[in-house]
């Protein structure tokens, strides 16, 4: 980090949004042009690799700094605990801290909120007792219990439901202006209170289901009915419904409309920043979690898998200490926790509780660092280091998927589909993905590996082949599973009774009396 280092951070998420509909990669649908004139001042990574295909499981690496299966936040275990997080590090460190979204993993139930000074959650979709709460202590009752998981199932069914009817009018768009509003507010009180922020914003406009602005979709996609496509993955996943190509290029044209919502939101919010002096004192990072398929492969939405729309994922990053233009080495969203650390000139590796892991700066994690990803020297690596000690992988982990999974298995059940156990629905996946090659190993089916750089959709096979930059990739994964425990070789089942509600205490059976699952 030079000395001439911004003293604040605005650190920018665009949840669900696939990088090949964005101007900064290519795309020329005129969804971003504020991207599209950030990217030219910023630094364009073109093989940014997500830590997971969705949402929780990523948030909670972009601030621990590890990976998946250290931090432990997935769907069997949707919190984050005995870690400090990259807020609390810099709260304690005397930042100003504030985090806003309209994404329901990120609340302090989850506790991804944990040491932020001033955060909300726009997410409207669901009451807000099931985030906190009486339910939300039953949820992890049971989540922590194998005779209770399939009262936890239950709990997921009727979030499936009441999000399938809550969320079918009003998008995510309609958020995000509030989300922008609060963001500037702070921004003024941090100023005037004389304090350095750090600012974290996640924007969920172009995740399913879409309902963009009408003014948008005017433009991006004229003449089309948003509530009369088909808005839930699962049901064209498991078979019980047909998309054909001119429904996916609707459903495309709603995607781009509500990026290009963003795309008018953040620009606005850079505008701002700009008119106010403030710009050039701000380090800003722009990333998606993960990005989404729509038909690639037979799926839709970003369940199942770990193709490149998912993994590979937008990331633009404005810093002095960066030299601009587009880079093609492989970075990690997991090395951004250390990239503000650095930035903000914070060591980190304290603990804020007792007996909490705390991952300290690592320049060699740092994109400001001039040794970033030189892991070969690194006394003591994490397992991405010890995977990749060239640092030319990134490594990406996929869990049971529970809510995606229970809401497949209704959605089957319904249209008389039987799901074969032995399939992608019910795998757990990891991955090493380099720049020319990626290894899939998957534990239900037969593993995939591609040569990226002559085979970028992903089409063909290479797995079990002689290809030696495919077998360089799978090697690098097989360390990182050595060091991450080993490889997975079965996924969870977790198949139990309802007899399981006799284990229950009295305050989580009112709570599922209530919702109308026992009598």
Not at 21 to 35: A, C, K
Not at 98 to 117: K, M, Q, R
Not at 477 to 500: I, N, R, Y
Not at 511 to 519: K, N, W
Request: glycine share 10%; charged share 30%.
């Amino acid at each position: 980090m030079s000395n001439d280092s911004p003293e604040n951070v605005l650190f920018v998420v665009l949840d669900t949004v696939r990088k090949d509909r964005l101007g900064p990669y290519g795309y020329d649908g005129g969804t971003t042009p504020g991207l599209d004139e950030f990217a030219a001042e910023a630094t364009v990574f073109e093989n940014a690799v997500a830590p997971a295909p969705w949402t929780l499981p990523v948030h909670a690496s972009l601030f621990t700094g590890m990976y998946p299966h250290q931090h432990g936040a997935d769907q069997e275990n949707p919190y984050l605990e005995g870690a400090t997080t990259l807020a609390e590090t810099l709260s304690g460190a005397g930042y100003r801290t504030a985090c806003y979204s309209s994404n329901a993993w990120i609340t302090p139930y989850t506790h991804l909120t944990d040491g932020f000074d001033d955060q909300d959650n726009f997410f409207e979709v669901m009451p807000g007792d099931l985030l906190s709460g009486p339910l939300a202590k039953a949820w992890k009752t049971m989540n922590d219990s194998d005779a209770l998981r399939t009262v936890a199932d239950k709990l997921v069914s009727l979030g499936n439901v009441a999000h399938e009817y809550l969320a079918s009018g009003e998008g995510a768009d309609s958020k995000t202006p509030a989300v922008m509003d609060r963001t500037r507010e702070f921004i003024e009180a941090a100023d005037d209170d004389g304090d350095d922020w750090f600012t974290f914003i996640n924007l969920m406009d172009a995740h399913l289901p879409y309902h963009p602005p009408e003014e948008y979709v005017e433009e991006f996609a004229p003449g089309v009915d948003s509530t009369e496509v088909c808005q839930n993955s699962k049901e064209y996943n498991c078979g019980a419904r047909d998309i054909d190509d001119d429904e996916f290029d609707a459903i495309r044209g709603l995607y781009d409309a509500e990026i290009a919502h963003i795309d008018d939101q953040l620009t606005a919010l850079f505008d701002w920043l700009k008119d106010t002096g403030r710009w050039d004192d701000t380090a800003v990072v722009v990333c998606a979690d993960h990005g989404e398929l729509h038909g690639e492969h037979d799926l839709y939405g970003h369940e199942f898998s770990l193709y490149d729309p998912l993994v590979n994922v937008p990331l633009m990053v404005k810093h002095p200490d960066l030299d601009g233009g587009r880079r093609e080495d492989t970075v990690e969203l997991v090395d951004l926790y250390h990239t503000v650390l650095d930035a903000l000139g914070v060591d980190g590796g304290d603990p804020a509780s007792a007996g909490d892991a705390a991952v300290p700066r690592d320049s060699t994690r740092s994109l400001l660092s001039a040794d970033y990803r030189e892991f070969a020297g690194v006394d003591d690596p994490d397992p991405g280091q010890v995977g990749g000690p060239t640092g030319e992988y990134g490594f990406v982990e996929y869990s049971r998927p529970v809510v995606e999974l229970k809401q497949l298995e209704e959605k089957a059940s319904a249209a008389g589909i039987d799901l074969p156990e032995d399939s992608r629905f019910y795998s757990r996946m990891r991955a090493a993905r380099g720049a020319d090659a990626k290894y899939v190993r998957i534990d239900r089916i037969p593993d995939e590996a591609y040569r990226l750089d002559s085979d970028p959709g992903e089409t063909r096979n290479l797995a079990g082949g002689s290809d030696d930059r495919v077998a360089d990739a799978e090697a690098a994964l097989g360390e990182f599973e050595a060091e991450a425990g080993g490889a997975w070789t079965g996924a969870a089942d977790g198949d139990v009774t309802d007899d399981s509600l006799d284990e229950m205490d009295d305050e989580a059976k009112d709570r599922l009396r209530d919702l109308g699952y026992v009598e």
